[in-house]
């Protein structure tokens, strides 16, 4: 299944990943980016909350919308984002993980994200967190164009 990316309607985009991960706020940098399916008016998939931007690193987080799962093709498809340079331009991207969902821990090993610490008492309810990362140099290279790889693949949009 092919899915369109956009960044477009950031307060319905924040306010559907604060209700998929259970988060209780964003921080005031929080950029959303939202996967629907690839119908025209196709339904809200996922979401992938970036936030806490410093020079080269930022947080993401993923919401999963209804019965929904995340898939290979949208983490690859945000990590793309976030390390494109003219897209987010990362070199680290981190991802927090509660630490009772053994699932997401397993699924963001396999998709090539390096264990890095736990974070005691950071999530809602004082649950710990373990946090991963993505680094650029561990990624496949960016196409020369934010669209050129994406559009070769299926109807996807960067914004």
């Known amino acids: 299944m092919s899915l369109h990316f956009t960044q ?6 924040l306010a559907a990943g604060l209700a998929a991960t259970g988060s209780e706020s964003w921080k ?11 119908q025209l008016h ?11 931007f410093d020079a080269t690193s930022a947080e993401i987080h993923f919401g999963m919308i209804g019965a929904h799962r995340l898939g290979r093709e949208t983490v690859e498809a945000i990590t793309l984002m976030a390390f ?14 509660g630490e009772d969902n053994r699932t997401a ?7 090539g994200a390096e264990f890095e610490h736990r974070k ?5 309810g004082g649950r710990d967190v373990i946090v991963f990362s993505w680094k650029r140099r561990d990624t496949r290279p ?12 299926s109807a996807h949009e960067v914004r």
């Open 84 to 97: 494109h340079p003219r897209a987010f331009n990362l070199d680290v991207a981190w991802l927090c993980v």
């Open 8 to 13: 477009r309607n950031q307060a319905a985009l």
């Open 105 to 111: 821990q397993v699924f963001a090993l396999k998709l």
């Open 142 to 153: 960016a196409p020369a164009s934010p669209n050129a790889e994406i559009a070769a693949s």
């Open 28 to 38: 005031a940098d929080a950029v959303a980016v939202g996967a629907y399916g690839d």
């Open 120 to 124: 005691r008492a950071s999530a809602p």
């Open 42 to 52: 196709a339904d809200l998939h996922a979401v992938a909350v970036f936030q806490s």
